[in-house]
């Protein structure tokens, strides 16, 4: 009986101290997931404090096709106050790029005589949203006739909104918005050519930094005296292979 006793009193114990290891573990586990979701929390706050990135990024939610009604914000004051304000900021936006092509593609008229400097070298990606709006004025001046302005007024992407706003909304969040645009930029070039130039940005740095991993693989003390042409073209031919 004696030893039955301390046997069973033995396991008890056993049991006791099992349990109690397991419970500071789980509490342990549990202290380290609040404390991962708290510095998560914080760093989020940092990052989307500034109103401009808040700008640019209401503007790429508002011609992202699943989310256009920011139906994310649940207050209906607060996403009705964010709506209007992103529309507002997208309609400055369109006319600021517009205006920019227009002075781009406009005929030289005293100085047609002098030698132009050479044009300021800009990224690929402005490069193709130029080339994206530069076309799709050209089609309309030539739809329009030679005496179409080459302005572009608040009241047109007005318009554009407008329609865009009446479109169904898109309900599979893995549809890409770039491709929408792509097959819809006809209906609005105007708002085309901001959601091309704010769509294409990478949501996260991960690409550069892989990029430049390779590039400080590529580029190193004994082959330093490449051309940046040549390290570009290494660097594409990385890419792709």
Request: net charge positive; charged share 20%.
């Amino acid at each position: 009986m004696l030893a039955d006793r301390n046997e069973n009193g033995g396991h008890s114990r056993a049991a006791h101290l099992f349990i109690y290891h397991i419970g500071l573990r789980f509490v342990v586990l549990v202290q380290v997931v609040f404390e991962f979701k708290e510095l998560a929390h914080k760093n989020l706050l940092k990052r989307y404090q500034n109103q401009d990135q808040l700008a640019i990024l209401r503007q790429a939610t508002l011609l992202d096709p699943r989310l256009r009604d920011f139906c994310y914000v649940e207050d209906p004051v607060a996403r009705a106050s964010i709506y209007n304000t992103a529309c507002a900021a997208v309609k400055l936006h369109a006319v600021s790029l517009a205006d920019n092509v227009a002075r781009a593609t406009s005929a030289p008229s005293e100085d047609a005589g002098k030698t132009a400097p050479p044009p300021a070298k800009r990224a690929r990606g402005d490069n193709m949203v130029m080339n994206f709006i530069t076309s799709r004025m050209k089609n309309r001046a030539t739809e329009s006739g030679p005496s179409a302005p080459a302005t572009v007024d608040v009241a047109a992407v007005e318009r554009e909104l407008c329609s865009y706003a009446i479109e169904p909304i898109t309900e599979s969040l893995s549809d890409d918005p770039v491709q929408f645009w792509k097959l819809c930029g006809e209906r609005w070039p105007l708002l085309a050519a901001v959601a091309a130039k704010l769509l294409s940005v990478p949501a996260t740095s991960v690409p550069s930094e892989r990029l430049f991993s390779t590039a400080g693989m590529v580029v190193d003390r004994l082959r330093c005296s490449m051309s940046t042409d040549m390290v570009q073209q290494i660097m594409f031919l990385n890419r792709f292979q």
